[in-house]
């Protein structure tokens, strides 16, 4: 399995530094053409790891080897929503809603004099008018789809991304259609950097390191079907110029 974790666009939060205003933040008009600049890119791109696959002599090794994705899966938070909606117009690919890959922390509102209160998100009916043509997961509802009272816990979102990593495990070792896909996944960036980790087999309590990822970053990993994980790249901006990379 080719494997894109994709960080969203730029955000109302992450342009006020990362404060927790909004529970469910827009993309700021920067994070919108981030969004559509990584669409225009990763579609005209050439699949560096496709050609190297070849041999030196094999004269294929000229030819264009476009990126393809043949399935993109989306956070049901709104600034993963509207990122992916340009690569899924696209690719025009089934474009998963996946209610498990949000960000660590979750969905809350800050109160006043401290602690917090939930946030249930989009509902189902909210997205499908939105995103027409998004899939979605059965456990977005009428009511949204964040189930917790409060706000998550990091080891709770490292489970979250761990068990995410072992679907695509076991996909990819027991189904043949899995092994040639090519997967987007638009996410955040503290569940990809729990991803990554999972796939390398990095306890995430002991460690003392973590991946940093811009808006619209792609970083790439090849899954085998023997369960090794090939990083391929981290973090690659090549469709921002040096001023839209936040």
Same mark, same amino acid.
């Given at each position: 399995?080719?494997?894109?974790?994709?960080?969203?666009? #730029?955000?109302?939060?992450?342009?006020?530094?990362?404060?927790? /205003?909004?529970?469910?933040? !827009? %993309? =700021? +008009?920067?994070? &919108? *053409?981030?969004?559509?600049?990584?669409?225009?890119?990763?579609?005209?791109?050439? !699949?560096?790891?496709?050609?190297?696959?070849?041999?030196? *002599?094999?004269?294929?090794?000229? $030819? &264009?080897?476009?990126?393809? %994705?043949?399935?993109?899966?989306?956070?049901?938070?709104?600034?993963?929503?509207?990122?992916?909606?340009p690569l899924s117009d696209t690719?025009?690919?089934?474009?998963? /809603?996946?209610?498990?890959?949000?960000?660590?922390?979750?969905?809350?509102? *800050?109160?006043?004099?401290?602690?917090?209160?939930?946030?249930?998100?989009?509902?189902? $009916?909210?997205? *499908?008018?939105? @995103?027409?043509?998004?899939?979605?997961? +059965?456990?977005?509802?009428? !009511?949204?789809?964040?189930? %917790?009272?409060? +706000? +998550?816990?990091?080891?709770?979102? @490292?489970?979250?991304?761990?068990?995410?990593?072992? /679907?695509?495990?076991?996909?990819?070792e027991n189904d043949e259609y899995?092994?040639?896909?090519? %997967?987007?996944?638009?996410?955040?960036?503290?569940?990809?950097?729990?991803?990554?980790?999972?796939l390398m087999g990095v306890n995430?309590?002991?460690? #003392?390191?973590?991946?940093?990822?811009?808006?619209?970053? /792609? =970083?790439?990993?090849?899954?085998?079907? !023997?369960?090794?994980?090939?990083?391929?790249?981290?973090?690659?901006?090549?469709?921002?110029?040096?001023?839209?990379?936040?």
């Open positions: 399995m080719e494997l894109y974790l994709i960080r969203h666009g #730029q955000s109302r939060n992450n342009a006020h530094d990362d404060v927790h /205003v909004h529970a469910d933040p !827009d %993309l =700021t +008009e920067l994070g &919108h *053409r981030q969004a559509e600049r990584l669409a225009a890119w990763l579609s005209a791109a050439n !699949d560096t790891e496709a050609m190297t696959r070849l041999s030196m *002599r094999d004269p294929g090794r000229k $030819d &264009h080897h476009p990126v393809r %994705l043949t399935q993109i899966y989306v956070s049901p938070m709104r600034r993963a929503l509207q990122t992916a909606k690719f025009g690919c089934p474009t998963h /809603v996946i209610p498990t890959i949000y960000e660590a922390g979750g969905l809350f509102e *800050r109160v006043e004099g401290g602690g917090v209160r939930p946030y249930r998100g989009m509902t189902a $009916d909210q997205i *499908r008018e939105e @995103f027409p043509l998004y899939i979605l997961d +059965e456990r977005v509802g009428a !009511d949204g789809w964040y189930r %917790l009272d409060r +706000e +998550e816990a990091l080891d709770e979102c @490292f489970a979250r991304a761990e068990a995410f990593a072992n /679907v695509l495990r076991e996909r990819v899995w092994r040639t896909a090519s %997967l987007g996944v638009v996410s955040h960036g503290m569940f990809i950097d729990c991803v990554l980790m999972s995430a309590q002991k460690r #003392q390191s973590y991946f940093w990822v811009y808006n619209t970053s /792609v =970083t790439r990993v090849d899954l085998r079907r !023997d369960g090794y994980a090939i990083i391929r790249s981290v973090n690659r901006v090549p469709h921002l110029p040096h001023d839209m990379v936040t």
